[in-house]
């Protein structure tokens, strides 16, 4: 990892330029910056100074400078010549997930890409929590922090937030950290994150996938409500096929979309331990990807628990709803740090 000076970040974007930022988030700011090997980088700029935020900037160079994956940013280099360190990161110039599924109409995603996007995310994602040097969970997955190459791979980003832990760990009690519509509401209530933690959240982007709601939406007109709690009570009900984005549809990707439909489902237990690994989620997604699983075939279930939960929930009529009503109260009455 290369230590660059303040001056070859500020010529390689202008000073920082406001008509150079790419984006940002409560960690900091992003910029597009040109090295002078012509090298076209993303550069973060935390916006305030306070010991968090270095904290959180200097475990996120711990952290990248320790993993090697292609769908996760690469972190080039870093200057410590300001009060927070300055991270220079692979350019990636597709933008997020999160803009095409919901910003970007004209053009959107293949529902053949949306599985992919999927499954790179979900190698990703099993590749930190148990093939890293060291266990690592991202407590921040979201659609926004996927981004997308210009062929459409997907790359793991922002691990400001993220927590290293011996993998003999298995769980340790944090302050909160997450994104409304996206946070365990598990670990919301017993602060004790655990690598499931990172699974209820991309259920939450299997989810999107599907039906292409925003995480948080208004039902209704007035009534605002998690895609989460919404998404579960629908399918337990039989009723996927009313949210359902119709462009899945039209493109043959129905029974496939029952399938992830069915793993989303599991991935947002309300108990940690009847969620499916994320190996256990590349599996089966990487079965939807060769065409071997489908709905009505004989699979080998997730997990034995999301087993139990799944036979359960049949035999209580309406329980999918009552089960929620937990995550509707935090979303409806709290705020959650970014």
């Given at each position: ?142 659609s926004e922090n ?49 690598e499931k933690s ?141």
């Open positions: 990892m290369k230590i660059f000076s303040l001056e070859e970040l500020e010529q390689a974007t202008n000073k920082f330029d406001r008509n150079r930022i790419l984006g940002g988030g409560g960690h900091g700011t992003v910029y597009k910056g040109i090295l002078y090997d012509q090298r076209v980088v993303a550069i973060k700029k935390s916006k305030i100074v306070v010991q968090r935020e270095i904290d959180q900037f200097i475990n996120e160079v711990v952290i990248l400078s320790q993993t090697r994956h292609r769908n996760v940013v690469k972190l080039f280099g870093c200057c410590l010549e300001t009060e927070v360190p300055l991270l220079v990161y692979e350019f990636i110039s597709n933008g997020t997930l999160s803009y095409h599924l919901h910003r970007q109409i004209e053009n959107p995603l293949s529902w053949k890409d949306r599985s992919r996007i999927a499954l790179e995310t979900a190698r990703a994602i099993a590749y930190l929590h148990s093939a890293a040097s060291i266990s690592v969970f991202h407590r921040d997955i979201k996927i981004l997308l190459t210009d062929n459409l791979t997907a790359k793991v980003s922002d691990f400001g937030a993220s927590r290293s832990i011996s993998v003999d760990d298995t769980g340790i009690l944090t302050g909160i950290q997450g994104t409304h519509g996206y946070l365990d509401p598990e670990y919301y209530y017993t602060s004790r994150l655990t990172d699974v209820y959240s991309f259920g939450v982007i299997l989810a999107e996938l599907i039906t292409r709601i925003k995480p948080v939406f208004s039902y209704h007109s007035s009534e605002v409500t998690s895609l989460a709690s919404h998404f579960v009570s629908m399918r337990r009900n039989n009723r996927l096929l009313d949210v359902l984005d119709p462009q899945i549809v039209e493109e043959g990707g129905a029974e496939d979309a029952e399938v992830i439909a069915k793993l989303a489902e599991a991935c947002l237990g309300l108990k940690g331990e009847e969620r499916p690994t994320m190996r256990q989620v590349e599996t089966k997604l990487e079965d939807v990807q060769g065409s071997k699983v489908h709905p009505n075939s004989q699979t080998t279930r997730i997990s034995q628990n999301a087993q139990k939960d799944e036979s359960a929930s049949r035999n209580k009529s309406g329980e999918g709803t009552r089960q929620y009503s937990l995550e509707k109260e935090f979303i409806q009455s709290s705020e959650i740090p970014r």
